[in-house]
């Protein structure tokens, strides 16, 4: 798409919404423009810097009238940062405009409206992530290293000194461990840093591209014992993550409404947030309504996040996942957790199951799943013809939510409920979670 830089006064404009990256949209001498940091409903004077064909881009230079959802951001860094686009805007307001979203994309893409619009579930909004990948650059006109994530424009890597929406063991830390790498022989060589942290652990994962000296490592082992951190070295792909201290390392997080306590390395995939990943587990096992003679399968299973709750109540359940690792990591969960009535498979989720499966031929009550932002488009004739009452869909994506939804009610579901979920304050990212129940 064509574009060119713009040289024009400053104008004035009410913001009439928000776009799904966050940011306001005004019409300004006819065309939209696009303007950061503006929200529904506020007159501002912006300055259009760019122009493309269908739409503008414009910087916001005055709030002239303010929305009453507009807050002071927790963070300094924000507007620079593009970790976050919506701090600036009341938890609560954020929550009202991804619900927006979520209907939006159900009924225009679907045709669909809920019968019930859940309540959405939400949690802290400060110090929830507990995953993170931070960037690391050497910038050589301000002769020292930045650490952090991408600017919002993406372009170049925000420097930050903290991150209040990190878990504080990490966020709070950002310096030393800029100043950790600064110390090492090939600082200018690490690109970026992995964090995952667990109820009682913290665990980096420094990505190297070249070969540290037995001084690093020495420096690295020193400040994970002080600062009682797991540090993993990446010289290369993922399957080259190596422990370097302490001798072993094992991260967990708890889920204790159902006794389980559920393990994972550093790399592996887990809900963000472990405040609305509880509620989350027990909002689907609400909507289920599950007895001890259910039984239910679980797809896109992981490490057994909902599998081992679901099967505290249920008669049995079958957990399905594409990552064979995950698969094994599953079922030393349930096995750790004294759980003897799951069972696992490894099957490709990105296509339609073989019907001579052990698992697909299996006859189930009812059926949960989370899959990636892509959906389960593939799936969809299975669930279909699956003859269960009762399908739970937990989405990271709104937009193939609503298109599988589209497909589903083909094979006589209704979609009886749907609701957001607060996984990821201040950011556009919409979790949701779908019920569809047999008409």
Request: net charge neutral.
């Amino acid at each position: 798409m064509s574009s060119r830089k713009l040289n024009v006064e400053p104008e004035i404009a009410a913001v009439r919404d928000l776009s799904h990256d966050g940011e306001g949209i005004c019409a300004v001498n006819g065309k939209v423009a696009f303007v950061p940091g503006a929200l529904p409903g506020e007159t501002i004077r912006l300055k259009r810097v760019l122009r493309k064909r269908q739409h503008d881009i414009a910087e916001l230079v005055e709030v002239i009238e303010p929305s009453a959802d507009r807050v002071a951001p927790a963070c300094s860094h924000f507007g620079v940062c593009g970790g976050c686009s919506l701090q600036h805007m009341h938890p609560a307001a954020q929550l009202r405009q991804k619900e927006r979203w979520l209907m939006d994309n159900l009924h225009r893409i679907a045709g669909l409206r809920p019968q019930t619009v859940l309540p959405p579930l939400t949690g802290p909004v400060v110090g929830y992530r507990r995953r993170a990948r931070l960037g690391l650059k050497y910038v050589f006109k301000k002769e020292r290293l930045l650490i952090g994530f991408r600017e919002r424009n993406g372009r170049y890597l925000a420097d930050l000194e903290r991150c209040p929406v990190l878990d504080e063991r990490v966020g709070t830390r950002l310096l030393a461990l800029r100043d950790l790498v600064a110390s090492l022989s090939c600082a200018q060589q690490i690109p970026q840093i992995e964090i995952a942290t667990g109820t009682n652990s913290v665990a980096c994962v420094i990505r190297h591209l070249q070969p540290l000296t037995p001084t690093d490592e020495e420096i690295l082992r020193g400040f994970a014992r002080s600062q009682n951190v797991h540090v993993f070295l990446q010289p290369g792909g993922p399957d080259s993550v190596r422990l370097l201290w302490p001798e072993q390392s094992e991260l967990s997080y708890r889920l204790e409404p159902w006794n389980v306590t559920l393990h994972f390395d550093p790399a592996d995939f887990v809900q963000v947030n472990p405040d609305i990943n509880e509620k989350m587990i027990g909002r689907a096992l609400d909507l289920l309504a599950l007895t001890d003679t259910d039984r239910v399968l679980d797809l896109f299973c992981g490490l057994g996040n909902f599998t081992l709750p679901l099967a505290r109540v249920a008669q049995s359940v079958v957990g399905v996942e594409g990552d064979a690792g995950l698969v094994h990591k599953a079922e030393r969960n349930a096995s750790a957790n004294d759980v003897h009535n799951a069972t696992f498979y490894t099957a490709n989720l990105a296509q339609p199951p073989d019907p001579q499966l052990q698992w697909v031929r299996a006859k189930y009550d009812k059926i949960l799943l989370d899959p990636p932002r892509t959906g389960a488009v593939e799936l969809v004739p299975y669930l279909g013809r699956s003859g269960v009452t009762k399908i739970v869909y937990v989405s990271c994506n709104p937009s193939t939510l609503a298109r599988d939804a589209g497909e589903l009610v083909k094979f006589g579901y209704r979609l009886s409920s749907a609701g957001v979920m607060d996984m990821f304050p201040h950011t556009t990212h919409i979790e949701s979670i779908a019920l569809f129940e047999k008409a």
